[in-house]
């Protein structure tokens, strides 16, 4: 086997997205613990198999998509306008 083939896909690609938004609407709908892969890779239109390669295992999937609903909530608050006294449109902005 070539060191090309042992590399992991890259961070960023469609189908990384693609299981990203599935993990989301199971993890959501679900919780973590009533999430499976299984029910994971059928909302991301993928194989189970497919989501390995992207993600050695449940716990990593997940921790991936906290980060990333992280980063996105802090890149809303940053955005905030602090003179704009609309706190309901603040907060929608938040929920977007």
């Known amino acids: ?52 390669v992207y993600f050695e295992s449940k716990e990593a999937l997940f921790e991936a ?3 990333e609903e992280k980063r996105t909530l802090a890149e809303n608050i940053c955005r905030l306008d602090h003179d704009d006294p609309d706190i309901a449109a603040v907060l929608r902005r938040l929920g977007a």
């Open 65 to 67: 998509l906290t980060i």
């Open 1 to 52: 086997m070539s060191d090309a083939s042992l590399s992991p896909p890259p961070a960023d690609t469609d189908k990384r997205r693609q299981i990203l938004d599935g993990a989301r609407e199971v993890f959501l709908a679900s919780g973590f613990d009533g999430a499976s892969m299984g029910a994971i890779a059928k909302a991301a239109g993928v194989s189970k198999g497919t989501l390995y």
